[in-house]
Nanobody
């Protein structure tokens, strides 16, 4: 069982930055794919970014590429999402998720077993 706790959400103006944190209850670096998803009102949950185990391959959705960066601190069992140049369309609840993996990590939300409670990000124009 992996418990995930997100923090760092809030309200910011367009062009601003936020850093989300996801603290895991167990050692995640070696065997877990870690991902950030988001869900805006009336829309499906979508992948934002993921990182493979052992600090491996990362993936970012096209809509955030070049603006968002996923990283992890294995000593703290924490995954981060640095969000720069935020846009109003980035407004959503952001969720941290984890699932067992190796080199290649899944993209669909249905493939992730563990989820955090979510943190709201609101970007005003």
């Amino acid at each position: 069982q992996v418990q995930l706790v997100e923090s760092g959400g809030g309200s910011v103006q367009a062009g601003g930055s936020l850093r989300l944190s996801c603290a895991a209850s167990t050692y995640i670096y070696v065997t877990y794919c870690m991902a950030w998803f988001r869900q805006a009102p009336g829309k499906e949950r979508e992948m934002v970014a993921l990182v493979a185990p052992r600090g491996g391959r990362t993936y970012s959705a096209g809509s955030v590429k070049g603006r968002f960066t996923i990283s992890q601190d294995n000593a703290k069992n924490t995954v981060y999402l640095q969000m720069n140049s935020l846009k109003p369309e980035d407004t959503a609840i952001y969720y941290c998720a984890a699932t067992s993996g190796s080199v290649v990590c899944p993209v669909p939300a249905s493939a992730y077993k563990y989820w955090g409670q979510g943190t709201q990000v609101t970007v005003s124009s």
